[in-house]
Structure formats: C-alpha cells, structure tokens
C-alpha cells in the first residue's frame, strides 16, 4: 500500500505539460505517430513523426524516419529528414543524419549534423515581409529632407 502511494505522489509531481511519451525499453517499427501536443520518443522508432508542437527526442532515442512539427529538440539519434517551423536544437549528444528545415537552428558542442539546411522566415519575419513596400511604391515617396550640421564658429 505504501508503494501505491509514491506512485501517485511521484505522478502528481510530473508536469501537466508532458505530452506524449514513448519511454525506454519500447520498440516501434513502421509505424507513424501524429497527433496534437508535446511528444517525446525515448526509444527505438522506426516511422514518420507529425505534430504542431514540440517533439523531443531524448537521450534513449533512435528514431528512423522524418519528422514534422512546431519545434523539435535532439538528444538522442535521427535518421531522416525534418521541418521544424520555428525552432530546431540539436543538443550535445544529439545526432542528426539528414535535411533539415525551420527559421532557427541551434546546434550545441558536443552535437553531430550531416545533412543539408534550409532556413526559413518565421511566421512573424513572413509577416513582415509581405508588408514591405515595393521598389516602385518607395520610389514614389517625396525625399527625405537633407539634414545640413550647423556651421562651427571660429573663434
């Protein structure tokens, strides 16, 4: 009885905002996980990975497939392609083995990337781009007016 209680003290403990979790010691195989919210692998997973928001693929991770979501952390193995649309890290330890797409890209000491990178505007940079004037609409403006510094005395 005792044990069951600290379970639930350890379980009342953990985070809200875990998400899903695919722990140590599980196997996937051609499988593909999609879905809504967090998402973090920690174990062998053969398979494509879809989600709008963060995936961590943590120490224990192995994952080989591609992977798309919000923003992605690597601590463990990839093998594949992913798209991140805002942020990707790849921590120390972390490995990355293929193409890799979002607006920011950290790679820490300690970490490996092979592969090709393509960094795009974020949703607020693409925001602020379609707003920018064209050549023709910024030639039409009247000139700023010349500042002229005022002329030095001499004394």
């Known amino acids: 009885m005792k044990r069951f209680k600290n379970v639930k003290e350890e379980i009342a403990t953990i985070p809200q905002e875990v998400g899903s979790v695919l722990c140590e010691g599980l196997t996937f195989k051609d499988g593909n996980l999609s879905g809504v919210g967090k998402i973090t692998i920690n174990c062998y997973f053969v398979g494509n990975i879809s989600t709008n928001d963060l995936v961590i693929v943590d ?42 797409k979002c607006s920011t890209l950290e790679i820490s000491a300690g970490a490996a990337f092979s592969g090709n990178c393509n960094m795009t505007a974020s949703k607020k940079e693409s925001n602020m781009l379609l707003n920018m004037k064209s050549a023709e609409e910024i030639a039409e403006r009247p000139p700023l007016p010349m500042y002229t510094p005022p002329e030095k005395k001499r004394v």
Not at 74 to 95: D, P
């Open 59 to 100: 120490e224990a991770g192995n994952i080989l497939g591609n992977i798309e979501s919000q923003a992605l952390i690597i601590k463990g193995n990839v093998k594949g392609n992913v798209e991140a649309v805002e942020a990707a890290q790849i921590r120390t330890g972390g490995v990355l083995n293929g193409d890799i």
